[in-house]
């Protein structure tokens, strides 16, 4: 098989101008529905998307729990290798992140390159990196990834390295000198990013006491466009994943009222721990934040499992007590289904209204909330009022003697 693998790796490379074709490969958990675990796979399939990867198949199947040794059954990885033999696939992505061993495995039984859902998101990342900041950020999370599945990555590296003036000394394995090469690495861009944040700090307190305020939510919910929208900024802003990873800080006046407001890179389900611990500093900016403005893409069909996922990412960062102002972002794109009053079931989230959405969520929230339209321009207005009113109220608790200027 992996005489097969590299082929096909000639093949893609050779082949730079087609795009890699891929199947999506999902284990159904006991306590998962199927509905959820297909929703799990559109989110994947966009991963693909964004990364350039055609997605033409899914595989799935229903276990207590993954497998050990090859995330799926051994009938399953037969069926999977045998499509991708007969259908030229390029590459398989599984919608979790694979053990070493795991990798190893697969490998060798598939005909392909192998992805996890780990991987995927960091090339994203890696490709979407603007500024020396975010990349050395990415490469950090890259090498932290890759130092503990050196050996299924090289097939080299299990050749022995004998022979006098080798540092390890005679019969020092190949492997040990890329471990050591990567731990070297890692070190080195820790050490990149330690300097880069001291000259962060330092920016930040130049920034005097202005009240902050840090758009933060699911990846793809609209935050740059609401933030060249509210900050008149040009932003890059697509829709596609992880379109944002550098944090962009803008000064925004209403009626006189200055304040600093942040634009963040967005989180996603099963977030890498790898990431997370390389874009602390960059998340800085949320931590130090004095209000978060939480959006969601309401027209999601999870969307409160994403809203879920945000509050635990801020949770892990140390946000998680911050004041929220929850915005319902792409009201025009919300479809709902009109129950069938002969229809004695219990009415699904599909049957909710907009109307229906809104009362239920005004009335439950914890914290203020609206629902608006950045593209279309929809209650823009009262979200400016609602904003200016709390940056007001925050000020007013810093600066009391200034407060009849606004």
């Known amino acids: 098989m992996n005489e097969k693998h590299q082929s096909s790796q000639e093949q893609t490379t050779s082949g730079a101008n087609r795009r890699e074709r891929a199947v999506l490969i999902s284990v159904v958990r006991d306590s998962q529905e199927l509905r959820q675990c297909e929703e799990y796979l559109d989110e994947l399939e966009f991963l693909a998307e964004t990364a350039d990867i055609e997605a033409v198949k899914r595989f799935t199947q229903r276990l207590p729990q993954p497998s050990a040794r090859i995330y799926v059954g051994p009938g399953k990885l037969e069926e999977i290798a045998a499509y991708c033999e007969e259908n030229a696939i390029d590459v398989a992505i599984f919608d979790d992140e694979l053990s070493p061993a795991q990798t190893r495995n697969i490998e060798r039984e598939l005909p392909c390159r192998v992805l996890d859902r780990t991987r995927l998101i960091l090339d994203i990342f890696l490709s979407r990196a603007q500024t020396a900041y975010a990349k050395t950020q990415v490469q950090l999370a890259q090498y932290e990834y890759m130092l503990p599945r050196l050996a299924g990555m090289w097939t080299h590296l299990e050749r022995q390295r004998g022979g006098t003036?080798?540092?390890?000394?005679?019969?020092?394995?190949?492997i040990e000198t890329d471990?050591?090469?990567?731990?070297?690495?890692?070190?080195?861009?820790?050490?990149?990013l330690r300097k880069i944040d001291r000259q962060m700090a330092v920016q930040r307190s130049n920034r005097g006491?202005?009240?902050?305020?840090?758009?933060?939510g699911y990846t793809n919910v609209g935050k740059s466009t609401l933030m060249n929208l509210i900050a008149k900024s040009e932003v890059f802003a697509e829709n596609k994943l992880f379109a944002t990873l550098d944090t962009t800080v803008r000064k925004v006046v209403f009626d006189n009222l200055p304040f600093l407001l942040s634009d963040t890179v967005g989180f996603i389900r099963k977030l890498p721990t790898?990431?997370?611990?390389?874009?602390?500093?960059?998340?800085?900016?949320v931590r130090e934040a004095d209000?978060?403005?939480?959006?969601?893409?309401?027209?999601h069909p999870q969307f409160e499992e994403q809203i879920a996922v945000v509050k635990q990412t801020l949770q892990e960062i140390g946000a998680g007590d911050k004041p929220v102002y929850l915005v319902f972002n792409k009201i025009d794109a919300y479809k709902w289904v009109e129950k069938d009053p002969d229809d004695l079931t219990p009415p699904t989230d599909e049957n909710r209204s907009l109307d229906d959405l809104r009362q239920s969520w005004i009335a439950k929230a914890n914290t203020p909330c609206i629902f608006l339209s950045a593209t279309q321009r929809l209650n823009i207005e009262k979200f400016r009022t609602d904003l200016y009113g709390m940056v007001r109220e925050i000020h007013a608790g810093r600066y009391p003697f200034n407060n009849f200027l606004y």
Do not use: M
Not at 165 to 174: D, F, H, I, K, V
Not at 291 to 299: G, K
């Open 179 to 192: 471990r050591r090469i990567v731990r070297n690495r890692i070190a080195k861009l820790k050490e990149d």
């Open 209 to 216: 006491q202005l009240v902050r305020v840090a758009l933060v």
């Open 274 to 285: 790898e990431l997370i611990e390389s874009f602390k500093s960059t998340l800085d900016e």
């Open 291 to 299: 209000l978060l403005v939480h959006v969601v893409d309401i027209s």
């Open 165 to 174: 003036g080798t540092r390890g000394g005679a019969g020092e394995r190949e």
